[in-house]
């Protein structure tokens, strides 16, 4: 049996912007550093980076207003430039596809965070190491979806091997109903979306 090829696609017609999805990253991946920096005060707070972000827009004037999410995570592509910029190796790319941080490797140079079109790379200071998002590797190795894909309450995330052509995500990104963010920076994201339809 061959490695699975992961991907995500996240379907902004189904999210409502609870930021469900935000929490569940922070509970599983990030408790820690934001104990800390709960600890540390608001400044702290204010700074704190996360791993997954729900962007609001809000479109029209009134009464003909529309409200728009937007997600924003690390886009684990098949050509990321973040791996090729690394000095040190520690950014790198797992047979799966999954593209992490080796954090015993880490420098702290941030040219992976220039390199990312997506700004989806951050330093964090209480690991001294970059950080990002991972598809909840650790989730994956025991046969579960990552947490932001299980606790989202509408189903707004859907998460699986893009090669396996019986796979939910396979089909609905064969289908050409998806896209990917910033295809002219020939990353390849494997992380793709379905747009908004404009409502009336």
């Known amino acids: 049996m061959g490695m699975a090829r992961y991907g995500m696609v996240i379907d902004l017609n189904k999210c409502v912007g609870c930021g469900a999805c935000v929490m569940a990253c922070i509970a ?3 408790r820690e550093q934001a104990f800390k920096a709960i600890a540390e005060g608001l400044p702290a707070l204010e700074n704190f980076k996360k ?18 999410y937007t997600h924003m995570i ?33 420098i702290g140079c941030e040219y992976c965070v220039q390199a990312c079109p997506y700004g989806a790379r951050f330093w964090d ?4 190491s970059i950080d990002k998002c991972t598809f909840c590797e650790h989730r994956l190795e025991k046969g579960m979806d990552p947490a932001c894909v299980t606790t989202c309450p509408t189903g707004a995330r859907l ?11 396979s089909k609905l990104v ?4 998806t896209t990917v963010f910033k295809k002219e920076e020939g990353t390849k994201p ?10 009336r």
């Open 125 to 128: 200071p209480y690991l001294r």
């Open 190 to 199: 494997k992380v793709f979306y379905i747009l908004p339809m404009r409502k």
């Open 159 to 169: 998460f699986g091997d893009l090669d396996d052509p019986n796979s939910a995500i």
């Open 74 to 106: 690390c886009q684990h592509c098949e050509n990321p430039p973040c791996v090729s910029v690394c000095p040190t190796g520690a950014s790198f790319k797992t047979k799966d596809g999954i593209v992490l941080v080796d954090k015993t490797k880490c």
């Open 174 to 177: 064969n289908s050409g109903a």
């Open 28 to 30: 599983e991946n990030r």
């Open 51 to 68: 791993r997954t972000y729900v962007n609001t827009y809000i479109v029209g004037t009134y009464p003909n207003v529309a409200v728009y």
